[in-house]
T-cell receptor, first 112, second 115 residues
Framework: GENVGLHLPTLSVQEGDNSIINCAYSNSASDYFIWYKQESGKGPQFIIDIRSNMDKRQGQRVTVLLNKTVKHLSLQIAATQPGDSAVYFCAENPGGYNKLIFGAGTRLAVHP | GAGVSQTPSNKVTEKGKYVELRCDPISGHTALYWYRQSLGQGPEFLIYFQGTGAADDSGLPNDRFFAVRPEGSVSTLKIQRTERGDSAVYLC?????????????FGNGTRLTVT
C-alpha cells in the first residue's frame, strides 16, 4: 500500500553491497516461511520461501536462512541494486493454508 | 497473464457509510484471501475462501465486516457503518491451491480512507 515504510526500521546500503535483513518469528509451530517485497503503492511480492525442514535456501541473488532454535529468519540479497529498494516482510505460516502472520517489516534503502 | 485485480484503488468515504471492495483473483485460483494493512505495519489476515465458502473468517474485526465469493471467483469485502479506524489498505490475494507451498499472489490493494 501507499506510504509503506513509515516508522519502520531502515537498512541503508550502497549499491553493489550485500544486504542482510533479519526477522524474528513468533510461533514455534510454524513450518513454512516466506519473504515478501513491497514497493510503495503495490501489494507484497513473493521473493523466496523455506520449509521448516531446511535451514537454507537459495534463489537468484537471494538466500534465506532459518534458525528454528531461536526462531529467526534472515534474507540475504547479493549485489544489492537500486531496484531492491522497498519494504521487506517476513511471514510465517502456522497452519495448513496461507493464514500468514507477517512481521513488522524492514525498509531497505539502496544508495548509488 | 493478469494478476490479482482490486477495485477501486482508492476509496474515500464518510464515517457511517457502507463500502464494497472488489477483488478479481487470478483465473483458476481456488483459494482467495483478504488481508488488511495499516500504515507502517505488515498485512493482517481477515478471511479465507476455498471456492465459494468462507473457510476461516476469524480475522474479521467485528460484524460490520462481511465478505462473499458467490461464484468462486470474484470476491467482495463489505464494510457497514464505517469508522475512522477502518482506514487502511485492504489487500486481496489468491493461490492456486490452499496448501502452504502454493504462494500467495497479492493485488495492489484498495486504500480506504474514512473521514
Amino acid at each position: 500500500g501507499e506510504n509503506v515504510g513509515l516508522h519502520l526500521p531502515t537498512l541503508s546500503v550502497q549499491e553493489g553491497d550485500n544486504s542482510i535483513i533479519n526477522c524474528a518469528y513468533s510461533n514455534s509451530a510454524s513450518d513454512y516461511f516466506i519473504w515478501y517485497k513491497q514497493e510503495s503503492g503495490k501489494g507484497p511480492q513473493f521473493i523466496i520461501d523455506i520449509r521448516s525442514n531446511m535451514d537454507k535456501r537459495q534463489g537468484q541473488r537471494v538466500t534465506v536462512l532459518l534458525n528454528k532454535t531461536v526462531k529467526h529468519l534472515s534474507l540475504q540479497i547479493a549485489a544489492t541494486q537500486p531496484g531492491d529498494s522497498a519494504v521487506y516482510f517476513c511471514a510465517e505460516n502456522p497452519g495448513g493454508y496461507n493464514k500468514l502472520i507477517f512481521g513488522a517489516g524492514t525498509r531497505l534503502a539502496v544508495h548509488p | 497473464g493478469a494478476g490479482v485485480s482490486q477495485t477501486p484503488s482508492n476509496k474515500v468515504t464518510e464515517k457511517g457509510k457502507y463500502v464494497e471492495l472488489r477483488c478479481d483473483p487470478i483465473s483458476g485460483h481456488t483459494a482467495l484471501y483478504w488481508y488488511r494493512q495499516s500504515l507502517g505495519q505488515g498485512p493482517e489476515f481477515l478471511i479465507y475462501f476455498q471456492g465459494t465458502g468462507a473457510a476461516d473468517d476469524s480475522g474479521l474485526p467485528n460484524d460490520r465486516f462481511f465478505a462473499v465469493r458467490p461464484e468462486g471467483s470474484v470476491s467482495t469485502l463489505k464494510i457497514q457503518r464505517t469508522e475512522r479506524g477502518d482506514s487502511a489498505v485492504y489487500l486481496c490475494a489468491s493461490s492456486l491451491i490452499q496448501t502452504p507451498n502454493s504462494p500467495l499472489h497479492f493485488g495492489n490493494g484498495t486504500r480506504l480512507t474514512v473521514t
